[in-house]
């Protein structure tokens, strides 16, 4: 079945669902009632011969329904495009553009480069927080029309740019330093020392220590998670534990005296990529510039 044979309000109710999170707020967005957006999804899925919606909180579009969302989603901003273009378009609103981008660049350098995208470009932004690792996979499931992420392997459909190098250094209060890793060399007393670490997913710390240590030892199994950039930093800062803190952030805390560096001549290089959808969506070109320009200024450069 051709995309084209989809019908589009069922294409877009969908869409309304996987980004609402639940019938009931599809319903609201849409102005329909929730027994209305299920018997269209339930069509939509009958049409189709597959179930395009796992029913979880919230929904979530099967491997067939991602394929459905990211033609709903190019849909949607092609036609604002088409509108825009025959000076119909009906409520002047802002053209929306969800992204997914890793916390610590969030933290860090890219909210600045969203204000350098021009006044008179009517933009809202969506931004979805994933690590880096996996915001690629919010644009195989069509959630997001671009990503900051460290798969350099284009997503189908989407084309790739280098950002740079986002370096992290590893750190620690100096009074932690003093009664956890002054006893011995680094590579002994680092897996022994109290961690920080961002989620379960992150492996940073991990894998720096598995590099330190030739690969024998991993990081310590006392470990806190602190799932934000920022806590992150303030827990390596208050002395809870060891971490690899983005430069940016790491830095003034070492001018300071907050922070030192356990391994001056070390740290950990993570490249970032842009990848976005292959549409001329204006808007998203613009947007992709002023990421380009501030990740060339704030990121090293890939080696």
């Known amino acids: ?42 069509a939509l899925e009958q049409r189709t011969g597959r179930v395009l919606l796992m029913r ?16 709903a989603r190019q849909l949607a901003a092609l036609e604002r495009e088409v509108r825009a273009d025959l000076g119909t378009a009906d ?15 969030l933290a860090t350098w890219f909210l600045p ?13 969506e931004l979805h927080r994933e690590d880096e690792a996996h915001t690629a996979t919010l644009l195989r499931e069509g959630r997001v029309m671009a990503a900051v992420t460290s798969a350099v392997e284009p997503v189908a459909g989407c084309t790739v740019r280098p950002l740079g190098m986002a370096r992290y250094l590893p750190s620690a209060h100096p009074e932690f330093v003093a009664r956890r890793l002054s006893a011995g060399p680094l590579e002994e007393c680092l897996p022994e020392a109290p961690v ?26 006392v470990r806190h998670f ?11 800062a208050a002395g809870l534990g060891w971490g690899l803190v983005p430069e940016q952030q790491a830095l003034p805390l070492y001018r300071s005296g907050a922070l030192v560096g356990l391994a001056p001549e070390r740290r950990l290089d993570v490249p970032l990529y842009w990848q976005q959808w292959k ?25």
């Open 1 to 42: 079945m051709a995309m084209a044979d989809l019908p589009l309000e069922q294409v877009r109710t969908l869409l309304a669902v996987v980004d609402e999170g639940t019938f009931d707020a599809a319903a609201a967005a849409l102005h329909v009632t929730p027994s209305a957006v299920s018997q269209r999804v339930k």
């Open 56 to 71: 979880t909180k919230p929904a979530r579009p099967t491997e067939s329904g991602q394929a459905v969302v990211r033609f």
């Open 91 to 105: 409520d002047g609103s802002p053209a929306r553009l969800p992204i997914a981008v890793n916390a610590d660049s």
């Open 113 to 125: 480069a969203l204000t350098r995208v021009p006044r008179q470009v009517a933009v809202c932004f």
């Open 196 to 221: 920080i670490v961002f989620d379960r997913r992150d492996e940073l710390q991990d894998g720096f220590v598995r590099e330190l240590t030739g690969g024998a030892r991993s990081a310590s199994g």
């Open 226 to 236: 602190v799932p934000t950039s920022e806590g992150f930093c303030d827990a390596v």
């Open 279 to 303: 549409l001329d969506v204006p808007a998203l070109a613009v947007v992709a510039e002023a990421v380009a320009e501030a990740a060339g200024e704030s990121l090293h450069g890939l080696e």
